[in-house]
C-alpha cells in the first residue's frame, strides 16, 4: 500500500514545525545601525504566534495589524517602534508526499518521496502590531516598509520552491516502518526551509538598516520597486 499525505493534514504540530518565522518591527531612533530589538528576529516556538489566522501575500492595511500589545520582549522599547510584522514562511497546501514499500538487501522497508513541494510567505495579523501613537503622516511610509518585508519573505518562498525542484524531489528517505520514512522526510524538510533563514535575515537586515530608523520615501521606494512592484 502507498501513502499519499499534503503537507497540512498531518495535525497543526507536525505542519508546524515545516515553518520559519520571522519577527520584524520598524523603529523611530535616528541611527546607523540597527539597535538590538530591531533586529530582524527568528523565533525558534510557538510563545509568539497563535493559532490565529493568516493571510497570504496581498497589499497590507492597517487593519492587518491587530495585536493589541507587543511581544514581552520587546514591550519597553514600544516608543521606539511604529509597527511589529509576524511573518512566516510554510509548505503549502498543495505539497505533497507519499510513504510506499521498499525492499532492500536488508529486506522490506518503507521510503518516503517529495512529490510536490511549495512554499507560502504568510503574515499573521493577530500578532502583527502598529503603534496607536504613529503620526498619520507616517501611515503610507510604515504600510510600505512592512509590504516590503512581506514581498521580501515571498521571495524567499520562491527560492525555496526553486531548490526543492533540484534538490528534494528526486530523494527518498528510507526507514524499517512508515513512522520512521515519515519523520526522515520531515526532518529534512524542516532543514531544508531553515536552510533559508540566514539569506532571509541579511534581506531584511540589510533594508532595515537603509530604511528603518528614518523615512526616507526615495530609498524604500526604489526597494519597493525591487521587491514587490511586480508582485
Same mark, same amino acid.
Given at each position: ?56 501575500? #496581498?497589499?497590507?492595511? !492597517? *487593519? +492587518?495589524?491587530?495585536? =493589541? ?5 520587546? @514591550?519597553? &522599547? ?80 520562491? #527560492?525555496?520552491?526553486? !531548490? *526543492? +525542484?533540484?534538490?528534494? =524531489? ?5 526507514? @524499517?516502518? &512508515? ?53
Amino acid at each position: 500500500m502507498i501513502w499519499f499525505y499534503t503537507f497540512t493534514n498531518l495535525g497543526a504540530g507536525m505542519r508546524g514545525r515545516c515553518t520559519v518565522l520571522l519577527l520584524l518591527c520598524c523603529f523611530t531612533a535616528e541611527c546607523t545601525r540597527l539597535p538590538e530589538f530591531a533586529t530582524p528576529y527568528i523565533s525558534t516556538g510557538a510563545d509568539e504566534l497563535s493559532s490565529g489566522p493568516f493571510i497570504l501575500y #496581498r497589499k497590507l492595511t !492597517r *487593519a +492587518d495589524f491587530r495585536a =493589541k500589545e507587543l511581544p514581552a520582549r520587546l @514591550v519597553h &522599547e514600544k516608543g521606539r517602534i511604529n509597527a511589529y510584522s509576524a511573518l512566516s514562511i510554510r509548505s503549502s497546501v498543495n505539497s505533497q508526499f507519499r510513504i510506499y514499500p521498499a525492499e532492500n538487501s536488508s529486506g522490506r522497508q518503507h521510503c518516503g518521496e517529495i512529490i510536490s513541494l511549495r512554499f507560502d510567505a504568510v503574515m499573521f495579523p493577530e500578532n502583527s502590531w502598529w503603534n496607536p501613537q504613529l503620526e498619520r503622516k507616517h501611515f503610507a511610509y510604515v504600510l510600505q516598509h512592512e509590504q516590503i518585508h512581506f514581498a521580501l519573505m515571498v521571495r524567499g518562498a520562491s #527560492r525555496l520552491a526553486e !531548490r *526543492a +525542484d533540484r534538490e528534494m =524531489k528526486q530523494m527518498e528517505y528510507c526507514g @524499517v516502518t &512508515e513512522h520512521e520514512a515519515r519523520q526522515k522526510l520531515f526532518s529534512k524538510l524542516r532543514s531544508f526551509i531553515h536552510s533559508e533563514k540566514k539569506v532571509l535575515l541579511q534581506e531584511h537586515t540589510v533594508f532595515d538598516e537603509e530604511t528603518s530608523g528614518r523615512f526616507n520615501k526615495r530609498l524604500q521606494n526604489w526597494w519597493y520597486e525591487k521587491t514587490a512592484g511586480d508582485l
